[in-house]
Structure formats: structure tokens, C-alpha cells
């Protein structure tokens, strides 16, 4: 199966991380089954999240284990990365997302695993469920996953 981790995922599956966020993430990039998709922009956007103040309180990363983990999610026997161009108009609330949908559909991962609600509206959820990508939590996703 191919996933592509949100930011918001990402974030929370971090190396210090003890939640389900981290243990799919793990369990993807273990797994000759699965493909984790990232693309050049959500690997900026997750960087400039990892330097907010209120991330790196929760998070508790050094500038050192951020950059470490970065390089992780870079590796080719992690992840795939895939360069889809300039997005087209699709999240209606927020168009910093298109490019995280449209990586997700260039990309042709089957699963776009967020908890950004702007993904879960009827207009973004048509879209890629039209172009074969199901829009899902990581609890979600583990389960099917685990099945």
C-alpha cells in the first residue's frame, strides 16, 4: 500500500514520539508492502512546523534530532519521494493543502492519512476518492494496515 503522512502525522510520529502516529510510520517504513509517499514540500512544511515554538515544546526535539529526523524520512529505503508540480485548486478552506492532496494523487498513494479536517471536507474527499486515494486517520490507517 502507499501512504502519504500528512504533516501533521509526521509531526507526531516523530523519534521520540510513543504514539500510534509513530508506530505506523514504523510500521510502513518496515514493511516491503508499503511505500511511504513525501514529496519536497511537505518535508519543507514539516521542517517549518518542527520550528515552532509549541512543536518543540510538545516534541522535545533538539535542532540536531529534527534534522536527523528529516535525513530518516529522506532515506529511499524509507520512503519515495515524488515531485507532482504546482497543485490544482481543490481544498475550498485552505489552499496551503492542495499541494499535500495533489503529492497524494501524483503520487498514487492509496491512502492520504491526516487529521487535518480541511481533507475530510465532501469536495476534498470526492476528489481523491475519485483518483483512488482514501483520506484517513492513523488509527484508521493502522487498522487496516493490521488486517
Same mark, same amino acid.
Given at each position: 500500500?502507499?501512504?502519504?503522512?500528512?504533516?501533521?502525522?509526521?509531526?507526531?510520529?516523530?523519534?521520540?514520539?510513543?504514539?500510534?502516529?509513530?508506530?505506523?510510520?514504523?510500521?510502513?517504513?518496515?514493511?516491503?508492502?508499503?511505500?511511504?509517499?513525501?514529496?519536497?514540500?511537505?518535508? !519543507?512544511?514539516? $521542517?517549518? #512546523? *518542527?520550528?515552532?515554538?509549541?512543536? %518543540?515544546? @510538545?516534541?522535545?526535539?533538539? =535542532?540536531?534530532?529534527?534534522?536527523?529526523?528529516?535525513?530518516?524520512?529522506?532515506?529511499? !529505503?524509507?520512503? $519515495?519521494? #515524488? *515531485?507532482?508540480?504546482?497543485?490544482? %485548486?481543490? @481544498?475550498?478552506?485552505?489552499? =496551503?493543502?492542495?499541494?499535500?492532496?495533489?503529492?497524494?494523487?501524483?503520487?498514487?498513494? !492509496?491512502?492520504?492519512?491526516?487529521?487535518?479536517?480541511?481533507?475530510?471536507?465532501?469536495? @476534498?474527499?470526492?476528489?481523491?476518492?475519485?483518483?483512488?486515494?482514501?483520506?484517513?486517520?492513523?488509527?484508521?490507517?493502522?487498522?487496516?494496515?493490521?488486517?
Amino acid at each position: 500500500m502507499r501512504i502519504l503522512l500528512d504533516t501533521n502525522i509526521l509531526v507526531r510520529a516523530n523519534v521520540k514520539a510513543r504514539r500510534p502516529a509513530r508506530e505506523l510510520l514504523q510500521l510502513i517504513a518496515g514493511s516491503k508492502q508499503h511505500v511511504l509517499v513525501l514529496s519536497p514540500f511537505l518535508l !519543507d512544511e514539516l $521542517e517549518r #512546523v *518542527f520550528s515552532y515554538e509549541r512543536v %518543540r515544546a @510538545v516534541a522535545k526535539l533538539t =535542532d540536531e534530532e529534527v534534522a536527523e529526523y528529516l535525513d530518516y524520512l529522506r532515506r529511499q !529505503d524509507v520512503s $519515495e519521494l #515524488v *515531485f507532482p508540480g504546482p497543485a490544482p %485548486r481543490v @481544498v475550498p478552506s485552505d489552499p =496551503d493543502d492542495d499541494p499535500i492532496v495533489h503529492a497524494a494523487v501524483m503520487g498514487r498513494a !492509496d491512502v492520504l492519512c491526516t487529521l487535518n479536517r480541511h481533507f475530510y471536507d465532501p469536495t @476534498v474527499r470526492e476528489y481523491c476518492r475519485k483518483r483512488g486515494v482514501l483520506i484517513a486517520n492513523d488509527i484508521d490507517v493502522l487498522l487496516l494496515l493490521r488486517r
